[in-house]
């Protein structure tokens, strides 16, 4: 399979799920939103955060119209951990929150992973905070 994953700053498009075929990945989507509804609608919106970059639980809420301790509460029923990466979530004060499936500290490791620079369950540097970016791409 080919993976034409980019930086997370680049801007580039990659292909996903069913190897690039929209059509797919759109059924997918719906098919999650049916299924989970509120929930679902969160899901989906944390799969558009890339890899290296983190969003606030308050920049998904102010998508939806709703508190921020909704989000966290559906992101901490998350059925598919890491295939919806609802640990790239985090406090708008750069701390972690939480992460059910496998605690804290899991979070934190996965994050370093995948580029972010955590230390203490904060987040070290606000650059990685990609709320803007999130909001210009769904609003």
Do not use: Q
């Not at 990659?14 to 509120?38: A, C, M, P, Q, R």
């Not at 890339?50 to 939806?64: F, T």
Request: aromatic share 6%.
């Amino acid at each position: 399979m080919n993976d034409h994953r980019t930086d997370c700053r680049s801007g580039s498009k990659y292909k996903t799920w069913s190897n690039g075929n929209i059509d797919e990945v759109l059924s997918k989507l719906s098919n999650l939103i049916e299924l989970h509804g509120f929930e679902g609608i969160v899901y989906v919106l944390t799969m558009l955060v890339r890899v290296g970059c983190v969003v606030s639980y308050s920049a998904i809420a102010k998508i939806l119209g709703t508190h921020p301790r909704r989000v966290a509460r559906a992101l901490a029923r998350n059925p598919y951990p890491l295939v919806v990466p609802c640990h790239r979530i985090v406090r708008k004060d750069g701390s972690l929150g939480g992460y059910t499936p496998m605690g804290r500290d899991f979070k934190e490791k996965i994050l370093r992973i995948e580029g972010v620079e955590v230390e203490k369950g904060r987040l070290r540097n606000a650059r990685y905070i990609c709320d803007d970016e999130l909001l210009a791409l769904v609003l």
